[in-house]
């Protein structure tokens, strides 16, 4: 079926029809700013066991995928993995596996195929061509979530310069009259093919949002300027481990939070004050595995709150069976963004979730207490004692957090303002 396309011409609209592609709708549509689930769709799930991936990874990974595609009101009916030494470089599984998938879907009220990995242009087009259904992959999937969750003029800006990033090298083999919807007549130079101009339309649109998110930047950093001498706290971990929770029980404040990835996108930044010792305190957006390199990028501005920060509150959702895994994809993107060195506190959350997944109800108290000391103990350890482990919605532990943060936070400022360091005892 076409895709209706429309502009709004006063007094009338104006309506184009054109014969596009599958794959060519649902980037529209993410352009757009529409939601490309409109309705709960029945999806399938695509792996690749290959040399850096083993299978369990794997069904790690779609689980995620799985719990990725619900948040974006999709529903996974099946999954399918196939082991190769490294992705085919046409349709990234083999033939067999394609038309395995093919058949499977005959009859079927299935309309998109998910894949865990990054796609090439090429690879959707030769992918939908045999599936006959909408192709995306796992960075299609967070784009679309972080469209429908982005508030702010700032997180918009992020998220649709991230959208046209992840276009741009895609639009080969693609639908190439992205230039109709902008106005037509004037828009082609002399002598350029149509993927030419589309290419620098792209790239036009990509070069005015950059200036367009310098500009909210410049806002952002005279907003954190005027924030004075306050210590600087942000919360950061994987998404839904719980900082929007924690967020809201230290600030007493009412941020957003919902058992979904990425429930929070736009950074919220509070002024609490523990005893008579005030600091402000950041949430931040989530981290997560294969976060697509454009949306780092794009998100710069975002995660300078947590290079700015003074102190990181690292929260670890520990009753997930990776949490570990998870911990080291955090800490490797704090790496990334040069914010490995700040101080951190890890803040273990959940662990009303963890005792009711790891004991058995007919486990005796002494060696529940044992287990839980022992775990304690380790990342005590690890992390020279600046660990504390909670249950945020039972509020268990709350106040040795408090207590711990308070500590930090009244250390820092008698570093760096040692003569006000009577007022910080």
Known sequence: ??????????????????????????????????????????????????????EQ???????????????????????????????????FIGKGKLEEIREYLKGKNIRIAIFDDELS????????????????????LILDIFARRAKTAQAKTQVELAQY?????RLRGMWKHLERLGGGIGTRGPGETEIETDRRIVRDKISLLRKKLSEIDKQSLTQRKERGEFIRVALVGYTNVGKSTIMNLLSKSDVFAENKLFATLDTTTRKVV???TPFLLSDTVGFIRKLPHHLVESFKSTLDEVREADILLHVVDISHPNYEEQMGVVNQTLREIGAEEKPVITIFNKMDLYEKNVFDEWLEESTKREILKDLEEKWKRETNGNSVFIAAI????????????????????????????????
């Open 1 to 54: 079926m076409p895709l209706i396309i429309y502009q709004k011409i006063n007094p009338q609209r104006v309506f184009f029809i054109f014969a596009i592609p599958p794959r060519v709708e649902f980037l529209l549509l993410m352009l757009n700013k529409k939601n490309i689930f409109q309705e709960q769709e029945r999806a399938v799930l695509v792996g690749l066991v290959h040399k850096i991936q083993t």
């Open 165 to 169: 990033q992840y276009l741009l090298p």
């Open 394 to 425: 039972e509020k268990r532990n709350i106040k040795e957090l408090r207590h711990s943060l308070l500590h930090k936070v009244k250390d820092l400022y008698q570093i760096r303002y040692p003569y006000k360091s009577d007022f910080f005892r």
């Open 121 to 140: 242009g090429s690879q959707i087009t030769n992918i939908e061509k045999a599936l006959d259904v909408k192709t995306i992959d796992r960075s299609d």
């Open 57 to 91: 990874q794997v069904q790690e990974y779609l689980d995620e995928l799985a719990f990725l595609a619900e948040t974006a009101g999709a529903v996974a009916v099946k999954r399918f993995i196939q082991k190769l030494p490294h992705p085919d470089s046409k349709t």
């Open 274 to 276: 523990f005893e008579t």
